[in-house]
Structure formats: C-alpha cells, structure tokens
C-alpha cells in the first residue's frame, strides 16, 4: 500500500504466493483485513496474479495438478484480501499434443473451480467474489491463447462462465501479432475483443510497452511509450469505449521512478483528446 501511494496508483496488483513456485502460504487473517480495508478507505482496487507455473494445459499430470491446487489458493486468497479478479497466464500445450486436446483438459480442470467461485458467494471474505481473468500470452511455443481470436475457444472451453473475464496484457498481444502501433491498431484490437469475448469480458488491461517488435512473440516489457508500441497506442486504448472504468496496471521496468513516471504518462494520455 505504501509503495501504491508513493507511486500515485489507483489500483494495484500483487502476489499472495511466490509467483516461481509452488507454495501456497496461508495468510494472516489480521493482514488481510487491513489490506481490503485500506483498499477501500483509498478506492484502491486490487488484483492477484497468480504464479507463473501454472499450465493447465501441461501433458504432465502432476504440474496439471499441482496447477490447479495453485490456482485455487490464488482464488481463495483473492477473496479473503477483497481483490476484484485473479490473473492467470492461459497455458500452453505441451509434451506434442495437439492444442485441442491442452485446451480440453485446461477447460475441464477450470470449471470446477469455476464451481467453487460460485459456492464462495455470502461465506466469508472482505468483498466480492473475484472473477477469473484470462492472460494471453505472447505466443512463445505452443500457447493455448495468444492472439484474439484464441480467447473464443478458450471461453467456449469454460463454457461462457460469467465470472471469467479477460486480462490484455498490451506486450504480449502486439507481441503475438496485433500490430497496436499502427493507425487504428489499438481501436481494431479492442473492437475485435469486444466481437470474440463479448462487452464486459475485459476487465484488467497489463500497460506494459515492449522492447521487442510486433509478431516477435518475445514478452519484453518496456516503460510507456519508451518501446515499440508507443504512447499514443495506450492513448487510443485508453480512450476506447471497453476499457471504460477498467484499471490499467504496470509491469514495466525502473524501480519507483520509473512506475511513477509509467502512471503519470497514462493519466496524461487518458486526458488527452485524440490526435
């Protein structure tokens, strides 16, 4: 919260297990009510990313278990802190099977969890029940979803469930091909989101640049508007009618400075009128 505050956030993402393992740490009860309180004292929503390990669409059984055990303490601890939403890298297909098969199984392990987002609603926690929120990936390997298009099976794989929505990582989808720097590229991507997911499926967009091209599939972030994709892509995104009253977060390098630099460009982009 304090490094929030000191960056001039008005939203916030974190981690409640260590995002290169695992693990699955219980929490404080007393921490977690005063995180959600002071969320809500500051209008700070927030967010859980969870561990990049997780592949439910690994061939191998025991990370497509241990997966989906992650996953659910994500899920839980999400709604014990009060966040909005848990985001999840949508996977990729391993070991040479064909993707179908990866996107089968990744949407049969998420649908009991699914479930289990359900029975959450009226038992305990500090707010809603947070959503499912599917990140694209930027393509490398065998990805399950990196482009636009993907996230139509990939919906259909969890049945159009309400509570899954969608992250858009800006890197990883210029990264896998969306060309947002080009002339209405921002606007056609939304606008093409909009026709694959459906209005009010986004709900977290990653503002991150990147340090490599369009269609290189190397996630490489970079500082807003200091990369490939550059500010007035996020300008555009950020005055598209889908991404009205979703937050924007950074993942970008530099420390403090270069975070409070990132969130002041998007605020002065987010007021700026096009052109």
């Known amino acids: 919260m304090r490094y929030a505050r000191s960056i001039g956030a008005e939203a916030l993402q974190v981690f409640v297990a260590n995002p290169r393992g695992w693990a699955t740490p219980p929490g404080v009860p007393a921490q977690d009510e005063a995180f959600a309180a002071a969320c809500a004292d500051e209008g700070l929503p927030a967010y859980v990313h969870a561990p990049y390990l997780i592949n439910l669409g690994s061939h191998n059984a025991d990370t497509a278990a241990r997966s989906v055990v992650s996953l659910r303490h994500s899920l839980r601890r999400a709604h014990a802190i009060g966040a909005l939403g848990v985001v999840v890298h949508t996977g990729s297909a391993t070991g040479g099977r064909p993707r179908e098969v990866a996107l089968a199984q990744a949407g049969r392990l998420l649908r009991p969890l699914l479930d289990e987002l359900d029975a959450l609603d009226g038992r305990g926690g500090t707010g809603p029940v947070p959503r499912l929120l599917l990140e694209p990936t930027a393509g490398q390997g065998f990805s399950l979803c990196s482009l636009i298009a993907d996230l139509g099976p990939y919906l259909a794989a969890v049945e159009h469930h309400p509570r899954v929505g969608v992250c858009l990582d800006t890197c990883h989808v210029f990264a896998a091909g969306h060309d947002l720097a080009a002339p209405g590229g921002a606007t056609a991507a939304l606008d093409e989101l909009e026709r694959v997911a459906g209005p009010g499926r986004l709900a977290l967009v990653h503002a991150n640049d990147s340090k490599a091209g369009v ?14 994709v550059g500010a007035d892509a996020f300008g555009a995104l950020l005055r598209h009618p889908a991404t009205d009253g979703v937050p924007f977060v950074i993942e970008t390098p530099g420390g403090v400075e270069g975070h409070a630099a990132d969130i002041a460009r998007l605020k002065a982009l987010r007021g700026r009128p096009p052109g």
């Open 215 to 228: 269609g290189s599939r190397l996630d490489r972030h970079e500082n807003v508007g200091a990369g490939a």
